[in-house]
T-cell receptor
Framework: AQSVAQPEDQVNVAEGNPLTVKCTYS??????LFWYVQYPNRGLQFLLK??????LVKGSYGFEAEFNKSQTSFHLKKPSALVSDSALYFC????????????FGTGTRLKVLA | DVKVTQSSRYLVKRTGEKVFLECVQD?????MFWYRQDPGLGLRLIYF???????EKGDIPEGYSVSREKKERFSLILESASTNQTSMYLC??????????????FGPGTRLTVL
């Protein structure tokens, strides 16, 4: 069955330190992988996606993610965290082709400490 | 920029009431979605529509129905609200089922409380 897992409910990191938010997936075929961010009392905003090509994907607000097929992972990273990065982060996967459904992870709350 | 709007940010209803949640997108997207978001459960798909008057059930359609009479508008209906439908409801849209530009654009959400 298709699934996506975010193993950490919360990640704490000091401002200026690198951050990683983990995501692993299980789908048949090649995946389409996404990261979204949700700020308080807001809807989700698209950060970045992996469809094909370079395994390192760059997105909005200085975030990047690395697709690792052998480990079935798509971890979100940022070299230097900001307090304003504090939010809820969701990983999502869509199996290709022709599948409309997205599977979202349960979310990871990132807290960046000043 | 794509804009997805939802009719209410906060809504309080009583058990048994019929509830309408409205969603409008302004970018001519073909696909529209309704999710509910609950702590620890992430987002769960309620219904999906890929064209006017077309709909498909998601993972948790029980107790809900939808309507899409115009391309830009997708309504979620709670036929008889129950307390276990208290949740955050998120509407989203995306360009096309087959397009590579298939990230979803979300509305701000409606926090529904059923008393």
């Amino acid at each position: 069955a298709q699934s996506v897992a975010q193993p950490e409910d919360q990640v704490n990191v000091a401002e200026g330190n690198p951050l990683t938010v983990k995501c692993t997936y299980s789908v048949s075929g090649n995946p389409y992988l996404f990261w979204y961010v949700q700020y308080p009392n807001r809807g989700l905003q698209f950060l970045l996606k992996y469809i094909t090509g370079d395994n390192l994907v760059k997105g909005s607000y200085g975030f990047e993610a690395e697709f690792n097929k052998s480990q079935t992972s798509f971890h979100l990273k940022k070299p230097s965290a900001l307090v304003s990065d504090s939010a809820l982060y969701f990983c999502a996967v869509r199996a290709r082709p022709g599948t409309y459904k997205y599977i979202f992870g349960t979310g990871t709350r990132l807290k960046v400490l000043a | 920029d794509v804009k997805v709007t939802q009719s209410s940010r906060y809504l309080v209803k009583r058990t048994g009431e019929k509830v309408f949640l409205e969603c409008v997108q302004d970018m001519d997207h073909e696909n529209m979605f309704w999710y509910r978001q609950d702590p620890g459960l992430g987002l769960r798909l309620i219904y999906f529509s890929y064209d006017v008057k077309m709909k498909e059930k998601g993972d948790i359609p029980e107790g809900y129905s939808v309507s899409r009479e115009k391309k830009e508008r997708f309504s979620l209906i709670l036929e008889s609200a129950s307390t276990n439908q208290t949740s955050m409801y998120l509407c989203a849209s995306s360009f096309s089922r087959e397009s590579v530009y298939n990230e979803q654009f979300f509305g701000p959400g409606t926090r529904l409380t059923v008393l």
